[in-house]
């Protein structure tokens, strides 16, 4: 459910070195949970450009909760979403609760990294993991994003699109 954001990308000579995710608690009694709500990618990576962050799909529902880093030196390059299946039938939807993503090092193909993962409270699917080419990180994302539906039921982020691109070694 929703439109595609448009394209965001980290900051020209850096890369995707974090990530952190907006998550709406779960409610309890007559309310309407969103699970995801927000994507923020950190990046870095040249030596002269500070850390900086860039976000998709905020919204006001839910909190950041803590960013998750790649060892130094290392960025993103795979991903995994996880999703809750359609309930349907006037019950609570969510769609996308939680996300798992993994860091390579430059020149690599999948490295024995443990992934890194922030968990929403109803995932219990997750995606086959989405993987940039050899020599590339991620640096940008895009998200599928369902407008408030008012009264309605709401999902807020449904879906992402990493981005990837080489990236060379410093």
């Not at 709406?24 to 995801?36: F, H, I, K, Q, R």
């Not at 349907?88 to 090092?105: E, H, I, P, V």
Request: negative net charge; proline residues 6%.
């Amino acid at each position: 459910f929703g439109d595609w954001s448009p394209k965001t990308y980290c900051p020209p000579g850096t890369y995707a070195t974090g990530f952190s995710l907006m998550i709406e608690a779960s409610c309890v009694g007559d309310c309407d949970d969103t699970a995801l709500n927000g994507i923020r990618l950190i990046c870095s990576g040249a030596i002269d450009i500070a850390p900086t962050s860039i976000e998709s799909g905020h919204r006001a529902w839910g909190v950041w909760h803590p960013v998750k880093n790649c060892p130094p030196g290392e960025a993103l390059f795979s991903y995994s979403l996880g999703l809750e299946h359609y309930l349907g039938g006037g019950q609570d939807d969510t769609s996308a609760n939680s996300l798992k993503m993994k860091c390579r090092k430059v020149g690599t193909y999948d490295t024995p990294e443990p992934e890194l993962a922030i968990h929403g409270p109803f995932a219990d699917t997750w995606t086959s993991w989405g993987k940039c080419p050899v020599n590339s990180v991620v640096i940008g994302l895009l998200t599928r994003d369902e407008k408030s539906q008012g009264t309605g039921d709401d999902t807020a982020t449904n879906d992402v699109m990493f981005i990837c691109a080489r990236r060379r070694s410093a």
